[in-house]
């Protein structure tokens, strides 16, 4: 009996001390799992904003990103030309069969972003901008991309902003974008506000110009 406990005994201990799994290296980027921010931070007012020529954020880490993807010849890499008025530091997201770009605040881990998700059934149906102003509440054209380009938004799920925090500041707002000559549904995200997530949009190009 001694020579049959023993093992089992020691197979159990084993597994209590296998590591816990990176947080990095799992699951997906913050249109999925959110986390929530330690404060509230402030809404971004795009009219305050400046408005000096666009710089790429993370062009380099977003190339490279993009150039290991399994989309890459169907989904090419856009960049945000501004941060809304919220500096962060930019770090690789992890999206399934794409590639995407994250940035962390000092207080939001994922304040926003942009990504190029996998190619799913829903990306190869005509009328694209069909579905996207039906599953969406709002829609807005983007003009500083190949056209057309455009995208629904609102809050994750599809949701219309709550009444009771119409500016969506700490919650998760997220568009699908649709840009001319590309298979995929790109996602821009932000935790910062609807209006954070319009200046977001509206900053976007082309990630292969120099």
Not at 129 to 138: A, F, N
Not at 156 to 176: C, I, T
Not at 184 to 192: H, I
Request: net charge negative.
């Amino acid at each position: 009996m001694r020579n049959i406990i023993l093992p089992v005994i020691s197979l159990v201990l084993l597994a209590a001390c296998d590591p816990a799994p990176e947080e990095d290296n799992t699951g997906t980027e913050a249109p999925q799992a959110p986390q929530a921010p330690v404060s509230t931070p402030e809404a971004v007012d795009p009219g305050s904003l400046d408005a000096p020529p666009p710089e790429p954020l993370a062009v380099k880490l977003t190339r490279n990103e993009w150039a290991t993807a399994a989309n890459k010849d169907v989904c090419a890499p856009l960049v945000l030309t501004s941060d809304g008025g919220a500096s962060a530091e930019a770090r690789r997201a992890n999206f399934a069969g794409g590639w995407g770009v994250a940035f962390d605040t000092e207080k939001v881990r994922s304040a926003y972003g942009v990504a190029g998700p996998g190619i799913v059934d829903a990306d190869g149906a005509d009328g694209q901008e069909d579905r996207l102003k039906g599953q969406w509440p709002h829609f807005m054209r983007l003009p500083d991309l190949p056209q057309p380009a455009f995208a629904g938004f609102g809050l994750e799920g599809a949701r219309p902003y709550r009444e009771d925090r119409p500016d969506g500041v700490g919650d998760n707002s997220l568009a699908y974008v649709r840009v001319a000559g590309q298979d995929c549904t790109y996602n821009v995200w932000s935790r910062l506000g609807r209006a954070h997530l319009e200046v977001l949009l509206s900053s976007l190009r082309p990630g292969l110009e120099d």
